[in-house]
C-alpha cells in the first residue's frame, strides 16, 4: 500500500510539472493614455487626457480635492511615451520656505517637492515604464503611494 500511494505521489507531482504556467501579469507601459486613464478610473477618481497636438499628453484628476496632473515624459513628437510624471502644487502656500521643501525632501521618499517658476510649493513622482512596462498592479501601487504623498504634503505646506 505504502508503494501505490508513492507512486501515485510522484505520478501527481509529474503531472504537475507539466501544468501549465500562470499567465503573466498584463505589463502597462506609457505609450496609451487610455491605459493610464482607466488605471486611474479604477480607484473611482475622475479622469480627463489633455492631447493636443505637437505636446506630450496629460491626464487631469483629482482625489479628495486634490487636483493632480499625469504628465506622459518621454515621448516622440507626443507619441510613445516612456514614462510618467505625477505632479500637483499649491498656489495659494508661497509661504513655504526653500528650507521647509527640503526638510520634506529628507524625510520622504519616492517624491520631491521644490518650488516652480513663480514660487507655488510643488509635488512630483516620477514612474519608469520604458520597455515592457511594468504589471497593472505595480502602475496602481505607484497611484496608492502617490495618494498618500499629495496628503501628506497637504497637511505638510499647510500645518502652522
Request: net charge negative.
Given at each position: 500500500?505504502?508503494?501505490?500511494?508513492?507512486?501515485?505521489a510522484?505520478?501527481?507531482?509529474?503531472?504537475?510539472?507539466?501544468?501549465?504556467?500562470?499567465?503573466?501579469a498584463?505589463?502597462?507601459?506609457?505609450?496609451?493614455?487610455?491605459?493610464i486613464?482607466?488605471?486611474?478610473?479604477?480607484?473611482g477618481w475622475?479622469?480627463?487626457?489633455?492631447?493636443?497636438?505637437g505636446d506630450?499628453?496629460?491626464?487631469?484628476?483629482?482625489?479628495n480635492?486634490?487636483?493632480?496632473?499625469?504628465?506622459?515624459?518621454?515621448?516622440?513628437?507626443?507619441?510613445?511615451?516612456?514614462?510618467?510624471?505625477?505632479?500637483?502644487?499649491?498656489?495659494?502656500?508661497?509661504?513655504v520656505?526653500?528650507?521647509?521643501?527640503?526638510?520634506?525632501?529628507?524625510?520622504?521618499?519616492?517624491?520631491?517637492?521644490?518650488?516652480?517658476?513663480?514660487?507655488d510649493?510643488?509635488?512630483?513622482?516620477?514612474v519608469?515604464?520604458?520597455?515592457?512596462?511594468?504589471?497593472?498592479e505595480?502602475?496602481?501601487?505607484?497611484?496608492?503611494?502617490?495618494?498618500?504623498?499629495m496628503?501628506?504634503?497637504?497637511?505638510?505646506?499647510?500645518?502652522?
Amino acid at each position: 500500500m505504502v508503494r501505490h500511494v508513492t507512486r501515485a505521489a510522484l505520478a501527481l507531482g509529474m503531472f504537475a510539472c507539466f501544468a501549465p504556467a500562470p499567465a503573466h501579469a498584463e505589463l502597462v507601459n506609457a505609450a496609451n493614455p487610455a491605459t493610464i486613464k482607466a488605471i486611474v478610473e479604477s480607484r473611482g477618481w475622475p479622469a480627463t487626457i489633455v492631447s493636443k497636438a505637437g505636446d506630450d499628453p496629460y491626464i487631469e484628476s483629482n482625489r479628495n480635492g486634490l487636483k493632480f496632473l499625469i504628465l506622459f515624459m518621454n515621448c516622440e513628437e507626443g507619441k510613445k511615451c516612456k514614462t510618467l510624471q505625477y505632479y500637483m502644487g499649491f498656489s495659494d502656500a508661497k509661504d513655504v520656505t526653500l528650507d521647509q521643501l527640503n526638510k520634506w525632501n529628507r524625510e520622504k521618499r519616492f517624491a520631491r517637492a521644490y518650488r516652480d517658476d513663480v514660487g507655488d510649493p510643488v509635488l512630483e513622482m516620477d514612474v519608469d515604464l520604458d520597455f515592457a512596462g511594468i504589471p497593472r498592479e505595480n502602475v496602481g501601487e505607484t497611484l496608492n503611494t502617490w495618494a498618500s504623498l499629495m496628503d501628506s504634503f497637504r497637511e505638510f505646506v499647510f500645518e502652522k
